[in-house]
């Protein structure tokens, strides 16, 4: 069946932002005996679990035939084409400390290829979406990366593991250099958001290791629809389950990824 990806992006606009008005109202409410520890240092809450309840339930009326990847293993159908990619709270650390930076995601997977993500900042109430073919929008502008061509110049976005160390001796040499030779470093707490800045030019670049798909399904394709080059480490294609990404302007990306793959071998 062909699916008419503009119609169903916008369906999954009014969704995502249907789900971060719930999660937003139950900001104060959770208390510490409603989070859970899945693993060292992942936290759940009935927040996260209830906003992927929705989403799937929802999504699947939109696509019946697709399956789910998500976060919290509401379903565990698995499509024969399609599959959406769903984080229902990337950021949920900053949300249950109060921090007012945290998204939801969705993506969705035609066989091997993401076609359509949305990416809702809930506290600023940004929308940013995209699908085949389409330019990258943010509440319906269209957006596209930076043009920043000297590292001198860029302010460049990252994350930090929470239990995968192996690359985090390199991780801080890299850190040191970038301190020392752009304008900045930011770790915000959620990649999702982190892609769709630097798709709309916030950022000029963006990496993190450690990541799972639905953190980086949606904002990276966003980004690739508003013009970054995607990457793993090694200069690669497998960000979006190798668990590795880089996002980067053109204008950059050789002066960047260059200083990246020499400090992260």
């Avoid at 339930?57 to 939109?62: G, H, I, R, V």
């Avoid at 998500?70 to 769903?86: C, H, L, P, R």
């Avoid at 957006?143 to 460049?156: C, E, G, N, Q, W």
């Avoid at 990541?211 to 990457?231: K, R």
Wanted: with cysteine; hydrophobic share 40%.
């Amino acid at each position: 069946m062909k699916i008419s990806l503009d119609l169903l992006c916008h369906d999954v606009v009014e969704l995502c932002r249907e789900v971060g008005l719930f999660i937003k109202m139950e900001e104060h409410k959770v208390v510490q005996a409603d989070v859970e520890t899945k693993s060292k240092n992942s936290l759940v809450s009935y927040v996260d679990k209830t906003a992927e309840e929705k989403l799937v339930k929802d999504l699947a009326l939109f696509l019946p035939e697709a399956g789910f990847i998500a976060e919290e293993g509401t379903s565990d159908k698995v499509g024969d084409v399609y599959n959406w990619i769903i984080d229902p709270l990337d950021g949920t650390t900053n949300f249950l400390h109060g921090v007012p930076t945290y998204s939801v995601s969705v993506a969705l997977k035609q066989n091997d290829k993401i076609v359509l993500g949305v990416v809702y900042e809930v506290n600023r109430d940004e929308c940013f979406y995209a699908w085949e073919g389409s330019n990258a929008f943010l509440n319906g502008d269209t957006i596209k990366v930076s043009s920043t061509s000297k590292l001198a110049d860029s302010l460049i976005a990252t994350g930090f593991p929470y239990y995968d160390y192996k690359h985090l001796d390199n991780y801080f040499e890299l850190l040191k250099e970038l301190a020392k030779n752009t304008r900045g470093v930011r770790r915000i707490g959620s990649a999702a958001v982190d892609l769709v800045y630097m798709a709309c030019g916030r950022f000029d670049a963006f990496f993190e290791y450690s990541l799972h798909a639905w953190d980086v399904a949606a904002g990276a394709f966003i980004a690739q629809q508003a013009g970054a080059a995607i990457e793993d480490f090694k200069g690669g294609d497998n960000w979006l389950f190798g668990k590795e990404i880089v996002a980067v302007n053109p204008s950059l990306k050789n002066e960047f990824t260059r200083l990246l793959q020499a400090k992260l071998k």
